[in-house]
């Protein structure tokens, strides 16, 4: 499965944006998504993360309460609402897609996205 990510920018602290991840190749609907970020000369964190039809989700405690993950299995589509952002969020975010596994475990997802910065300001 082929992953696009976009919907990244610069936001000041307290402000909103909402990524986006495309797919594309595979049944989408066979997968579980997640979202991860990456801070500079950090490691790849778990953000928040998706059953296959959308019923169950998790999240990092870091953004529980802020951000949203949903996705459109029709579309073909996972999306990242944040809110309330802060500068810690400062990172590339990447989408990621699994068939199974520990959905917060990032070794667990074999096909990512390229990665969007996503950059807040204070």
């Known amino acids: 499965i082929q992953l696009q990510a976009s919907g990244g920018g610069l936001v000041q602290a307290g402000g909103s944006l909402r990524l986006s991840c495309a797919a594309s190749g595979r049944t989408f609907s066979d997968y579980l998504m997640g979202w991860f970020r990456q801070a500079p000369g950090k490691v790849r964190e778990f953000v928040a993360g998706i059953s296959w039809s959308g019923g169950t989700t998790y999240y990092a405690n870091t953004v529980k309460g802020r951000f949203t993950i949903s996705r459109d299995n029709p579309k073909n589509t996972v999306y990242l609402q944040m809110n309330s952002l802060k500068p810690e969020d400062t990172a590339v975010y990447y989408c990621?897609?699994?068939?199974?596994?520990?959905?917060?475990?990032?070794?667990?997802?074999?096909?990512w996205g390229q990665g969007t910065l996503v950059t807040v300001s204070s």
């Open positions: 990621a897609a699994a068939r199974g596994g520990d959905i917060t475990n990032r070794m667990d997802f074999g096909s």
